[in-house]
């Protein structure tokens, strides 16, 4: 009888410690630490002729250089090639429309649209940018560092995540060519937001309110002229974008 009782009661500890192993695998805790768990690529290697090499992209893509001028990443030795790769192939263009080595889209004037050429390619912008900027800068280094796991969790980065091509990514806002020329004050940050929730279209598309924009112009703190530095308000100062 004592032996029976012991069985089973030893049959119980097994069952509660599987159950237990079992229920602490499922828990929020673990399964919110999974969804946040990002791969990031690796960051671009630096390459030493790099400028060199960029001088053969700016020859037949003249409408970039003056974009390039005070940018940012060329000032940090972060040439056309580091971003696109050294493009043999495109660059001798021995067949008519063959792209860089990484193209993920390009803006096409007369339809007034990007021309994707690769799947969630906004989301693989800002993996790519996330390369480096989510990593703590070297020493010396004035580079802002983004969590792209927080990142994913904001409004943009959960519409990005889901392939909605109307979200934004990290160029649209901070531009590709150009970064950090045009100073992010409250003016531009509005006129930057502006770009998008101030296209009618595009926000009953994606069921967000049209009038946005125009309703924040019109009240107390879209009166950038009138406020004081103090007063002033803009969009990312309730709305962090990262």
Known sequence: MNRTMLLVISGWIVCLCVLTGWLAGASPADESKSKSAVKLPPPPAR????????????????????????????????????????????????????????????????????????????LEIAKFCASCHDRKPARGKDIKTIHFKDYLETGH???????????????????????????????????????????????KRVGMDPNVIEDFEANTHGEMSKASAEKRSTCIKCHAPH
């Open 157 to 203: 980065g959960m519409a990005i995540s889901e392939g909605d091509r109307d979200a934004p990514t990290c160029t649209d806002c901070h531009y590709a060519h150009g970064a950090g020329c045009e100073p992010l004050t409250d003016e531009t940050v509005v006129r930057r937001c502006s770009l998008c929730h101030a296209d009618k279209e595009m926000m």
């Open 47 to 122: 390459i030493p002729d790099a400028a060199v090499q960029a001088e053969a992209c700016i020859e037949c893509h003249e409408e970039i250089a003056d974009l390039l001028d005070g940018d940012k990443h060329i000032a940090d030795d972060f040439h056309c090639v580091l971003c696109h790769g050294p493009s043999k192939a495109h660059v001798e263009m021995k067949e008519e429309g063959t792209l860089p080595d990484r193209a993920w889209r390009r803006w096409v004037e007369e339809k007034n649209a990007f021309q994707w050429r690769m799947k969630n390619a906004s």
